[in-house]
């Protein structure tokens, strides 16, 4: 606290009383109880304002709380008060870390990301150096997993844009506390992206597999058709999907991609994934219930597990975060989450490339697998 004019300061026995949340709140519920005096005189710490600068540090407190400060001299609880001069000053009040560093600009609901998301481009800048080549080479040999590879690699590259944005915007927030809201928001357009992109691919390839098995005998394979029921209903969730999520941003305008689900769009946004990975789930297990090949069933029940990993890991964090402290929340649901998302794309990769399983499944028949090229449209691949 810094003082102007601390004659009259001193003058009005001019004092700061800081009052903890809670203690604040019964106070204000039992006000006839108390007069002005004994209200302010219950303040867990009060700080006698007579010098020119003055530094009051408060005791270490187990988990982050909010603090009321008021300005209080012998004229405020005065009925007949008469104007005077006023006392100029300027306050700042300093979280300190876990460390005990009180110039950390992060905020307890936000410390520890920055440190995450730099982790996070690191192990995507590891993985891209040992794996992209042989990704490359495996996109440009084409086959019936061209097209699913290429969106997920697309996907994958979304999210990584995203991690490096946030990362960058992190990294100038802890320097000056205001941070690149352009980076900000870049994260949160190539997470909505890659979000919607996963969306269609994984509903259309489940779309596509129910469909064309309710067209199907039993006894001819599985095959990936475009029809436009599929097609349809792929777009119409996807655009819904959007909506919720361009409506939850201007919900919220904290730059932070997955948020804590206080507002309408947001528990929309929840309650559509849940429907979705329930309704998927129930048409995958129709398909593996009555599928006759070991190989096409494991292939099939894994990529149910990546598709239910996928939906339900943001509905299901956000449920289990309730439990944590409010500050903590917002951290359990984007770390848990990405991690999350990032399983279920390692799943599906060691699916579509892997060469003990896939290619097995593929020699059964050219159009047993999504995504193939149908037997009645040879120049043209579905998605």
Not at 137 to 160: D, E, F, N, R, W
Not at 164 to 179: M, R, T, W
Not at 204 to 219: F, Q
Not at 257 to 277: F, P
């Amino acid at each position: 606290v810094k003082i102007k004019n601390i004659a009259v300061a001193v003058t009005k026995a001019a004092r700061l009383h800081l009052f903890q949340a809670q203690e604040w709140q019964k106070l204000q519920n039992g006000i006839q109880d108390h007069s002005c005096t004994e209200m302010f005189s219950k303040a867990q710490l009060t700080m006698t304002v007579n010098l020119t600068e003055q530094n009051l540090t408060v005791s270490q407190i187990p988990y982050p709380e909010t603090w009321y400060v008021f300005y209080v001299d012998k004229f405020t609880c005065e009925e007949n008060y008469s104007e005077s001069e006023d006392i100029q000053f300027e306050m700042v009040l300093l979280n300190p870390d876990a460390e005990g560093n009180p110039l950390d600009h992060f905020s307890a609901g936000e410390s520890g990301l920055h440190e995450f998301f730099f982790l996070l481009v690191l192990a995507y800048f590891i993985t891209a150096c040992i794996y992209a080549q042989s990704l490359w080479q495996t996109i440009k040999k084409s086959g019936p997993m061209h097209t699913v590879l290429k969106v997920l690699t697309i996907a994958l590259l979304l999210q990584a844009g995203s991690a490096f944005a946030n990362y960058l915007h992190f990294s100038s927030y802890s320097k000056d506390g205001i941070g690149a809201p352009f980076m900000g928001s870049l994260a949160e357009l190539c997470d909505i992206v890659s979000q919607i992109q996963m969306l269609y691919l994984l509903l259309s390839l489940c779309m596509g597999w129910t469909i064309g098995r309710m067209k199907k005998s039993h006894g001819r394979p599985l095959q990936w058709d475009s029809t436009p029921t599929s097609t349809g209903i792929a777009v119409v969730v996807v655009v819904t999907q959007s909506f919720l999520l361009i409506w939850e941003q201007f919900e919220d305008t904290n730059h932070h991609s997955y948020h804590s689900h206080h507002g309408l769009a947001s528990g929309l946004l929840i309650g559509l994934r849940v429907c979705l990975a329930l309704s998927l789930a129930a048409g995958l297990y129709q398909i593996i219930t009555v599928e006759r090949s070991t190989l096409k069933r494991e292939f099939y029940i894994t990529f149910a597990k990546a598709c239910i990993l996928w939906f339900l890991c943001h509905p299901c964090l956000a449920t289990i975060a309730v439990i944590f402290r409010e500050y903590q929340r917002e951290k359990v649901i984007t770390i848990g989450v990405i991690l999350c998302q990032c399983i279920s794309m390692v799943i599906l990769y060691r699916l579509f490339l892997s060469h003990s399983l896939y290619w097995e499944v593929s020699s059964l028949s050219s159009v047993t697998l999504p995504l193939t090229v149908s037997s009645g449209h040879k120049n043209r691949h579905h998605f």
